[in-house]
C-alpha cells in the first residue's frame, strides 16, 4: 500500500509539474529564510568576536556586562539586559587571580579614550571610528604589541603609538602629538611606533601607550581595570579562573573565542540584538510562509478539484486521499526544503556582512553554524506544508463522493465556518492593535502598529473570496454598464471565479500593506523623536565634536561674552529594576546626564510634578510614561544600575512630560559622567542673554576649536539627537530583514500568479474555438489583470492607513506618517508591475500555443 501510495503521488508529481514546481518555490524560498534567522538566532547565542587585543592571553577577567533579574511570581522567570557602558574590574582582583593555582602571571589592563590630534590639527578617530584608547605600557603583551621603532615611553610626556595610528596622523618617532583625555589636548613626544605581530594595528581598535603610572593617572579610576589578563601553564585555567571567581558577580571569566567580548561590550550588545530580531523575524516569517505556502497549495489543490472528486468517486477513502495529498506535501516540501539549507547559509553569511557595514554588529564577527538550524528549517517547512495542504484539503475530503464531482464542476460559493470565524477573529485582533497604537506610549505603540497591518492582511486573506465577490459584483456592474465583449467576459469571469481572484489579490496585499507598514513606521518614529526632540530645546547654539564633547566646553562656554547658561548632554543607558514585576523586572531606559542650574533657557521639558532645581546629588527625573510604569512617585527610590553596572537608588524629584527624544530619565552631569566609559558628552546646548549679539556669541564659540580641536558648532534647528542605540540597529535590522521577506513574497507572488494564470489554457482555448479572437481574449486579460492589481492596490493601501495614522497622531499630533512619498509610490508600483506582469505574460504564452495542443491539455 505504500508503495503503491508513493508510487501514485510521485506520478501525479509528474503529470502536474507546473502547479508542483510553484509549491516547491515557496517552500524552497521558505527554507532560505528559515535557516538564515535560525544561524542568525544562534550566532546571537553562540556567535561572536575573535579576540584582537587580548588575544596573546589565554583567559580574561571582565566586568559582567549583563544584569540578570527575577520577576515576582511563582516560577520566578529570569530576564537578563545588557548593560551600554563598559564595566570595570576591582584592581584588588589581581593579587586574588594571582594566587590560584596554574596562574603564572596577570596583566592588568587600563583602557580609557585617547583622542589624537595631529600636528595639522586633525582630530584622529580611532581604526573603527570611534575613539583611540589609551592604555600602560606594561598591558602591551597582551595583544602583544611590540616596538617597531623608537623605545618604550619612559617619562610622564612620552607616548607610543601603533604603526597605523601613527601613519593616519603623520608622525614619527621623535615628533609631537596633542592627545586629550575627558579634556582640552596635552602634547606628548612619540617615543615609539609599535604593531602587532605582522600588521600595522588592529582592526577595531587604535591603541596609544603610555608609562604605566600615567596610565592610571589618566585613567578616571586608578582603582579600576578594563581587564586582567590571566597567563598559566595548565590546560583547566580557565575552569581554575571561573571557579575561583564564580561567587563574584561583577566579573566574568572569558576564554577561546569569548575573549573579544572583554574588549568591548559590543560584542556582548551585538549578540543581543541579533537573537532578540533574529527570533522576532523569525515568527514572523514563519507566519508569512505558512499564509503563502497555504495559498499556494490552496491554488493547487483547488485546480485539483476534478481529479479529487473522481478519486472519491472510484471509492478512494478520505483517509486515501488525505494520505495521498500527505505524501505528495512532504516529498515537495522535504526537497524544497533540503535544497534551500545551503543558500540559506549564504544568506546568513550575506546579512552579516550588511550588518558589518551598518555598524550593527562589528567586524569579523563570526557566525555559528551547527546542525540545529537547518533541522529546524526543515521541519518547520515541512510542517507549515501539511498544515497549509491540511486545512486546503479537509473541506474537499468531508463532502460526498457525488457532491464532490458537482462541487468540482465550480468554485465552492460559501466560505466554510471556520475560516470565517478565523478571518473575523484576525480583524478583530487588527482592530485591537490599532487602538492599542493610539493608547500605549513611547516606542511601545509601534509594535501594535505593525503586528495590526500584519492580522489585517491575514484577515483579507482568509475572508479574501467573500470580500472578491462583494468588490467583483461593484466593478463588475461598471465593467457591464461600459460595453465591449473583453471587459463584459473579465466581470463575469471575476465575479464567478472569486477564489482565483482572492488567491491573486492577497499576496498583492501583503506586499504592499505589510510593506508600507513597516518602512512608514519606522520613519515615522525617528522623525518623531528628533521633532520633540527640537521642540524641546529652547538653547540657540548646539556644540558637538567628532569624539564626543568634554564636559570642560560647558564652562568655557559659560565665560563667553552673551551666554546665559550653557549644559552638557552625557548620553547613556540605565537598567531599572521593578521587584514587584510579573513579566517584565528590568526595563532598558534612555538616560541623560545635564547640569539642572542650567536648563533655564537650554532645554524645556515640562515639568508635572517636582522640580528641575531638586535634580542635584542622589537624585533622578523620570517621564511620566516611566514613572507610570515603574509605579513611582515624588520621593520615591529608583533601584537601578547605571551603565557600568554601579547599582543606585536615587530619590524621585521630578516628573517630566514624555519626549523621545531625550528619554525617559534625567540625572545630574555628576553621578552620570563617572560611569560612562568615554567620559564625554554626546553635545553641549547654549542659550544666549535676550540682549546678546549673537554673532558675537558664535564666534565666541568658534574660538573655543583653538583649546578643543574639533568642536562644531551649529543653529539649534540642526540639532539631530542620538537615538537610542538598541533601537536604531533594531531599525536597520527590521529594514534589512524586511526586504530579504519581501523578496521572498514578491517570489511567491509571482509563483502563484504565474500558475493560476496557466492552469486557465483549457478555459482560454474554450473561448478562443468558440469564436473568440487572440486579440479579444488577451484582452480580456488585460482587463482582468487591472481589476487584480486595483483590487490590491485600494486594499494593501487602506489596511497600513489607520494603524499609521494613529502612530502618527500619537507621536506627533498629526495623521500624516513621515517618511518621503516617494517610497509608498515606488511600492506601489513594484506591486502593480509585478500583478500585470505575472498575469499577463503566462496568458501571451497561452495564447501562442496552438488550440489542438491547449485543448487536449489533460485537467
Not at 375 to 383: F, P, W
Not at 665 to 675: E, F, N, V
Not at 676 to 705: F, K, M
Request: some cysteine; glycine content about 10%; aromatic content about 6%.
Amino acid at each position: 500500500m505504500v508503495t503503491a501510495m508513493l508510487s501514485l503521488a510521485w506520478a501525479t508529481i509528474r503529470a502536474r509539474k507546473a502547479a508542483f514546481v510553484a509549491s516547491f518555490l515557496a517552500l524552497f524560498g521558505g527554507a532560505v529564510l528559515f535557516t538564515a534567522c535560525g544561524v542568525l538566532l544562534e550566532s546571537g547565542l553562540f556567535g561572536g568576536v575573535p579576540a584582537q587585543r587580548y588575544a596573546a592571553a589565554p583567559v580574561v577577567v571582565g566586568g559582567n556586562q549583563s544584569v540578570t533579574a527575577k520577576t515576582n511570581t511563582k516560577e520566578a522567570e529570569s530576564r537578563t539586559e545588557q548593560l551600554a557602558e563598559k564595566v570595570p574590574v576591582d584592581a584588588n582582583l589581581l593579587g586574588t587571580v594571582a594566587g590560584i593555582p596554574g596562574v603564572t602571571k596577570v596583566v592588568g589592563e587600563v583602557s580609557f579614550p585617547a583622542t589624537v590630534v595631529a600636528p595639522d590639527g586633525r582630530v584622529l578617530s580611532g581604526a573603527d571610528g570611534g575613539h583611540s584608547l589609551g592604555h600602560g605600557w606594561g598591558s602591551a603583551e597582551l595583544t602583544p604589541f611590540t616596538v617597531r621603532a623608537g623605545s618604550a615611553p619612559a617619562g610622564p610626556r612620552d607616548v607610543v603609538l601603533d604603526a597605523e595610528l601613527a601613519r593616519r596622523a603623520g608622525v614619527s618617532v621623535g615628533g609631537t602629538v596633542r592627545i586629550s583625555v575627558h579634556a582640552q589636548p596635552v602634547a606628548y613626544h612619540v617615543s615609539g611606533v609599535a604593531a602587532p605581530s605582522g600588521k600595522d594595528g588592529l582592526d577595531r581598535q587604535s591603541a596609544v601607550f603610555f608609562t604605566d603610572d600615567v596610565a592610571r593617572s589618566l585613567s578616571a579610576d586608578p582603582g579600576k581595570l578594563a581587564a586582567i589578563g590571566v597567563f598559566g601553564d595548565s590546560s583547566e585555567l580557565a575552569d581554575r579562573v571561573e571557579k575561583a571567581l564564580r561567587d563574584n558577580g561583577n566579573v566574568a571569566v572569558h576564554s577561546g573565542s569569548e575573549r573579544g567580548e572583554a574588549e568591548s561590550p559590543d560584542g556582548a550588545q551585538s549578540r543581543q540584538i541579533l537573537m532578540l530580531v533574529s527570533s522576532s523575524f523569525s515568527g514572523f516569517v514563519l507566519m508569512i510562509v505558512i499564509f503563502v505556502t497555504a495559498s499556494t497549495l490552496a491554488l493547487v489543490l483547488n485546480q485539483r478539484r476534478r481529479e479529487i472528486a473522481l478519486l472519491r468517486a472510484i471509492a478512494a477513502t478520505p483517509g486515501q486521499v488525505r494520505r495521498l495529498i500527505g505524501i505528495e506535501t512532504t516529498l515537495v516540501s522535504g526537497l524544497g526544503a533540503l535544497l534551500g539549507i545551503w543558500p540559506g547559509i549564504y544568506a546568513a553569511y550575506g546579512i552579516r556582512d550588511v550588518f558589518v557595514k551598518i555598524g550593527v554588529i562589528p567586524e569579523g564577527f563570526e557566525l555559528s553554524i551547527s546542525p540545529v538550524p537547518m533541522a529546524a528549517s526543515v521541519v518547520l517547512c515541512v510542517g507549515a506544508a501539511w498544515l497549509a495542504a491540511w486545512t486546503s484539503a479537509r473541506r474537499m475530503l468531508k463532502v460526498k463522493p457525488i457532491e464532490a464531482l458537482g462541487e468540482a464542476a465550480v468554485e465552492k460559493a460559501k466560505l466554510g465556518r471556520g475560516r470565517m470565524i478565523t478571518g473575523q477573529v484576525m480583524l478583530l485582533l487588527a482592530g485591537t492593535g490599532v487602538t492599542a497604537t493610539l493608547v500605549l506610549s513611547g516606542q511601545l505603540a509601534v509594535v501594535p502598529a505593525v503586528t495590526s497591518s500584519l492580522f489585517a492582511v491575514i484577515g483579507v486573506g482568509l475572508l479574501g473570496p467573500a470580500l472578491m465577490s462583494r468588490a467583483t459584483r461593484v466593478i463588475g456592474r461598471l465593467l457591464l454598464g461600459s460595453g465591449g465583449t473583453a471587459p463584459y467576459l473579465a466581470a463575469r469571469n471575476s465575479m464567478a471565479n472569486s477564489r482565483r481572484l482572492a488567491a491573486a489579490v492577497t499576496p498583492l496585499v501583503l506586499t504592499l500593506g505589510f510593506s508600507v507598514t513597516m518602512f512608514y513606521s519606522q520613519t515615522t518614529l525617528a522623525d518623531a523623536v528628533q521633532q520633540q526632540a527640537r521642540a524641546a530645546t529652547t538653547a540657540d547654539f548646539v556644540l558637538t565634536a567628532p569624539a564626543g564633547v568634554p564636559v570642560d566646553v560647558a564652562a568655557a562656554a559659560r565665560s563667553v561674552p552673551g551666554v546665559r547658561a550653557a549644559t552638557p548632554l552625557i548620553g547613556s543607558e540605565a537598567l531599572v529594576l521593578d521587584h514587584d514585576a510579573s513579566s517584565e523586572p528590568i526595563t532598558r531606559v534612555k538616560a541623560n546626564g545635564v547640569d539642572a542650574g542650567q536648563l533655564a533657557g537650554t532645554l524645556s521639558l515640562a515639568v508635572k510634578q517636582g522640580r528641575f532645581d531638586d535634580l542635584r546629588g542622589d537624585t533622578v527625573a523620570l517621564s511620566e510614561f516611566q514613572a507610570s510604569w515603574q509605579g513611582k512617585h515624588i520621593g520615591d527610590k529608583v533601584d537601578m544600575y547605571l551603565g557600568d553596572r554601579t547599582r543606585v537608588s536615587p530619590r524621585l524629584v521630578a516628573v517630566f512630560e514624555n519626549n523621545l527624544g531625550y528619554g525617559d530619565m534625567l540625572l545630574p552631569q555628576d553621578t552620570l559622567l563617572p560611569h560612562t566609559t568615554t567620559r564625554t558628552a554626546g553635545s553641549v546646548l547654549v542659550s544666549t542673554e535676550g540682549t546678546a549679539d549673537r554673532a558675537a556669541v558664535e564666534q565666541g564659540l568658534r574660538a573655543l576649536g583653538g583649546t578643543f580641536p574639533g568642536l562644531a558648532v551649529a543653529d539649534r534647528h540642526s540639532l539631530t539627537v542620538a537615538t537610542d542605540g538598541q533601537q536604531q540597529a533594531n531599525d536597520w535590522l527590521n529594514r534589512i530583514l524586511l526586504g530579504v521577506i519581501l523578496l521572498y513574497v514578491a517570489l511567491s507572488v509571482v509563483n502563484t500568479l504565474v500558475t493560476a494564470t496557466l492552469d486557465r489554457s483549457r478555459e482560454l482555448t474554450l473561448l478562443r474555438l468558440v469564436g473568440g479572437t487572440r486579440r479579444q481574449v488577451l484582452r480580456m486579460i488585460r482587463v482582468e489583470s487591472w481589476i487584480v492589481v486595483a483590487i490590491a492596490a485600494v486594499l494593501g493601501s487602506a489596511l497600513p492607513v489607520l494603524p499609521l495614522a494613529f502612530l502618527s497622531f500619537n507621536f506627533t499630533g498629526s495623521p500624516l506618517p513621515a517618511g518621503p512619498p516617494l517610497v509608498y509610490l515606488g511600492i506601489l508600483a513594484v506591486t502593480v508591475l509585478i500583478g500585470l506582469l505575472s498575469i499577463r505574460l503566462p496568458a501571451r504564452k497561452v495564447a501562442r500555443t496552438s488550440l489542438a495542443d491547449n485543448i487536449l491539455t489533460r485537467e
